[in-house]
């Protein structure tokens, strides 16, 4: 199975990111993200897809992800009205991607430090649920314009644990995954295919794609480099888990990796570049992967 690559990206430099989505789109990448959050490390995250929007001609293009378990941060009908206005100004080209949540303490004090309500785990799986049957029914026929797309853009849920696994089942059109091992994803997988089948639904009707970093380099010096900025600019250690979920290494061994992804059951891959927002590892994966248009 061939795996179809998309980019994520983040960060508050404007003219750096356009520069970098513009490379994105030319070299033949699938898809393109922008956070979207109240972190330090972005700008509002829809203002931001718009711009990516006109940015780009043919990529696909989303939030890294948007996050709707309070009506302080995105209500259903903002919402729709939102992914009607981007999937009008990319011509069709965008995904409407959901998050749960992070389960820690530090995610709950940063929107509640904004007067935003961060519920429990359960009320948030909820909320989202809701919130997706509601934009569907929105686009259509009770909001206007309609989006290009028809239905509608297709719905992305970012999920790990057991519940949100069993929710992405139910109403997603593509699954994400973030920072797993193939093993790891592949154990998931299994899960996530048995309750598809469950809910009636085909299991290969599922995008599957699963988030992680790259160091890619051309030789064994400039990968040992590369690690050792990558892991300076996470404040870890340079053996430190996270890189044991990267694709890191020169060419051929990370066409490896990413089949390893692929027998795991990836149709697709969300990948950080290590170097961002220079462009030389994102030239470098494209000059030596057979990169793979999606849908």
């Not at 490379?23 to 699938?30: E, I």
């Not at 711009?51 to 989303?62: I, N, P």
Request: hydrophobic share 45%; proline share 4%; glycine share 10%.
């Amino acid at each position: 199975m061939e795996i179809v690559v998309g980019v994520q990206t983040w960060g508050t430099d404007v003219a750096a990111l356009q520069r970098y989505w513009r490379r994105v789109d030319a070299l033949g990448y699938a898809r393109l993200t922008y956070g979207d959050g109240l972190g330090n490390w972005t700008h509002d995250g829809w203002t931001m897809l718009g711009a990516m929007a006109l940015a780009t001609t043919r990529v696909r293009v989303g939030s890294a992800v948007t996050y709707c378990f309070d009506a302080a941060s995105h209500h259903p009908s903002w919402l729709a009205k939102r992914s009607v206005a981007v999937d009008h100004l990319s011509n069709g080209r965008f995904d409407l991607r959901l998050g749960v949540g992070a389960e820690d303490e530090a995610s709950a004090a940063l929107w509640k430090s904004h007067g935003i309500d961060y519920p429990s785990a359960g009320e948030r799986l909820s909320r989202l649920e809701e919130t997706v049957k509601a934009v569907r029914t929105l686009w259509a026929g009770r909001l206007e314009p309609r989006p290009i797309q028809s239905p509608g853009p297709p719905v992305w849920v970012a999920a790990m644990g057991p519940r949100a696994l069993a929710l992405t089942a139910r109403v997603a059109d593509g699954w994400e995954a973030s920072y797993l091992t193939p093993d790891a994803l592949a154990g998931r997988w299994t899960r996530v295919r048995a309750l598809l089948a469950d809910a009636g639904r085909d299991p290969e009707g599922l995008r599957r794609s699963v988030e992680v970093d790259v160091v890619i380099g051309r030789d064994m010096y400039e990968i040992a480099a590369r690690i050792g900025q990558f892991s300076a600019s996470r404040a870890i250690e340079a053996r430190h888990p996270l890189l044991d979920t990267a694709l890191v290494g020169e060419p051929a061994a990370i066409r490896d990796q990413i089949k390893r992804f692929a027998d795991a059951g990836a149709t697709d891959l969300m990948l950080g570049f290590a170097d961002f927002p220079d462009t030389g590892m994102l030239e470098l994966f494209a000059e030596t992967m057979d990169l793979q248009g999606g849908t």
